[in-house]
Nanobody, 117 residues
Framework: QVQLTESGGGSVQAGGSLRLSCTAS????????MGWYRQVPGKEREFVAS???????KHGDSVLGRFTISRDTAKNTVYLQMNSLKPEDTAVYYCNLLPVRGSPTTWGQGTQVTVSS
């Protein structure tokens, strides 16, 4: 069972920055996808950014130009650099991983990001 460990959440004022990290308990060099989603209470989980095998990194429209996903396969870790944070970015951020296309998704425990105005 793959485990994902997230870190880096916290509280910041609008305009500030945070960097999230997600480390997998397995080798991520050949996984199909790994990335980030976020969720606020009462709403569906929203796509933020991900790497998908064979494609360039993809970012959701609401974070394009402000957030950047990166990875260090030697450390089995993906990062989410979040700049120019807005109050509407406040959410629990979840890391996810799909070992192969169509496989069940593994989710991390989530890390809270709170942006105050």
């Amino acid at each position: 069972q793959v485990q994902l460990t997230e870190s880096g959440g916290g509280s910041v004022q609008a305009g500030g920055s945070l960097r999230l990290s997600c480390t997998a308990s397995t080798n991520t060099f050949r996984v199909y996808s790994m990335g980030w989603y976020r969720q606020v209470p009462g709403k569906e989980r929203e796509f933020v950014a991900s790497f998908i095998s064979g494609y360039s990194a993809k970012h959701g429209d609401s974070v394009l130009g402000r957030f950047t996903i990166s990875r260090d396969t030697a450390k089995n870790t993906v990062y989410l650099q979040m700049n120019s944070l807005k109050p509407e970015d406040t959410a629990v951020y979840y890391c996810n991983l799909l070992p192969v296309r169509g496989s069940p998704t593994t989710w991390g425990q989530g890390t809270q990001v709170t942006v105050s105005s």
